[in-house]
């Protein structure tokens, strides 16, 4: 197994000055008056984003900014993997892959890194000290985008292993929402024995419709309604992920629009995306997909692995513990509901920050993370 190689973010000059004559060139669409965000992305909300982007926005700050955390890449199963890893600072530091989802990155991690890694100069006690490895998933960020058929979840999880064993971490934690929750049950499925705990930040599962009271049928029904009106995209990305990336890897204004629609309506932010977000953490995002090529890839992990990683019909249970925080998000199921598939020993409701809780509520989150693991060191 080859070794960890330094990695850094050196986007070409090139790269960033084609970005901004796209952004200038812009062919806008027409909306109709008063259309808001009913009809998808706000047409005056990002012309006014993409105006900042092209004209004010500093990327290279923030590559600055990005490449004081430790990054890394190495060759796994023949596919290069970019990752974080921070090593702990305290007594026994406890190994913890994180995992981020779509569409985001390794860069919704950057709040977390620290307080995770060396909690005694953020306030914290040395003893909750992580060694934290954030990686990207393949064709994510700035690792590799394959070229194959079949890199699904239990793919990424099974590389999970083979990265923490490289880095010496025979046993780990595992934390992660959205894809990072379905790479979690993977681990959990198929690596129990690597596993000292597994903490989550959405949980889905099967629901018997039959055998719900009323109280979680009005949850269930709210989930479905929610699904009926906003997951097109999952339809589209687990079916012909090829096709839109055709524009999304051709307009960064389109870009943004696919990516940032989805942090509006996930996130709890009221509808604002600028009440959760600076301007320059959703330019640095839908940057990092941009500089990368990575939008098409990304949503082929839909492809691969929707059906079995987000809904299985007839999951075995997992017994590793299991710790979860659900945000303020429309899926946020019943403890009872997600009990008889998890060997749940944490069950907290959290009621700031949603779908992306290490952007909008780092401190909620590593919070949660610190009191679940506390008590299996």
Same mark, same amino acid.
């Not at 981020?100 to 569409?103: D, F, I, M």
């Not at 070229?147 to 292993?161: K, L």
């Not at 880095?167 to 780990?172: C, I, Q, V, W």
């Not at 998890?342 to 409701?349: C, D, K, L």
């Given at each position: 197994m080859s070794e960890p190689l330094p990695f850094r973010i050196e986007v070409p000059d090139a790269v960033l000055e084609d970005l901004r004559r796209r952004l200038l060139a812009t062919r806008w669409p027409d909306s109709v008056e008063d259309a808001g965000w009913d009809y998808g992305t706000d047409l005056a909300f990002m012309r006014e984003l993409c105006g900042y982007w092209a004209a004010d926005y500093d990327w290279r700050a923030h590559e600055r900014a990005l490449n004081e955390l430790p990054q890394f890449l190495l060759k796994l199963s023949g596919r290069d993997v970019h990752f974080i890893h921070a090593r702990g600072r305290g007594p026994a530091p406890l190994p913890l892959v994180v995992t981020? !989802?779509?569409?985001s990155c390794f860069y919704e991690m950057h709040k977390i890194v620290g307080p995770l890694s060396d909690p005694a100069a953020h306030g914290g006690d040395p003893a909750d000290a992580f060694h934290v490895v954030a990686p990207s998933l393949p064709g994510y960020g700035f #690792? $590799? @985008?394959? #070229?194959? @058929? !079949? +890199? #699904? %979840?239990? /793919? +990424?999880?099974? /590389?999970? +292993?083979l990265l923490m064993q490289s880095? !010496?971490? $025979? @046993?780990?934690g595992a934390q992660g929402g959205d894809w990072g929750a379905a790479v979690n049950s993977a681990l959990g499925h198929r690596h129990a024995e690597r596993l000292v705990g597994l903490h989550y930040n959405m949980l889905s599962v099967p629901v018997d419709e039959a055998s719900l009271n009323a109280k979680q049928r009005a949850w269930w029904e709210s989930v479905k309604a929610y699904r009926a009106k906003e997951w097109g995209y999952v339809h589209l990305q687990s079916t012909k992920p090829q096709t839109p990336a055709f524009a999304l890897n051709d307009s960064p204004v389109g870009l943004a629009a696919w990516i940032l629609e989805k942090w509006r309506r996930w996130s709890d932010c009221d509808g604002d995306l600028l009440r959760s977000y600076t301007r320059d953490e959703l330019c640095t995002l839908v940057t990092l997909y941009w500089v990368t090529q990575t939008i098409g890839s990304s949503m082929r992990m839909y492809y691969e692995s929707f059906g079995k990683a987000i809904a299985p019909e007839a999951p075995a249970r997992i017994d590793v513990p299991v710790g979860a925080a659900l945000f303020n998000e429309a899926n946020r199921p019943p403890r009872e509901i997600v009990e008889p598939y &998890?060997? %749940? +020993?944490? &069950? /907290? $409701?959290v009621d700031r920050g949603g779908h992306f809780p290490a952007f909008e509520n780092p401190q909620g989150l590593i919070e949660e993370i610190r009191a679940f693991f506390r008590g299996l060191r």
């Open positions: 981020h !989802g779509w569409p #690792s $590799e @985008r394959p #070229s194959t @058929r !079949g +890199v #699904s %979840i239990d /793919t +990424v999880a099974d /590389t999970w +292993v880095l !010496g971490y $025979e @046993r780990f &998890f060997n %749940i +020993v944490r &069950f /907290t $409701e």
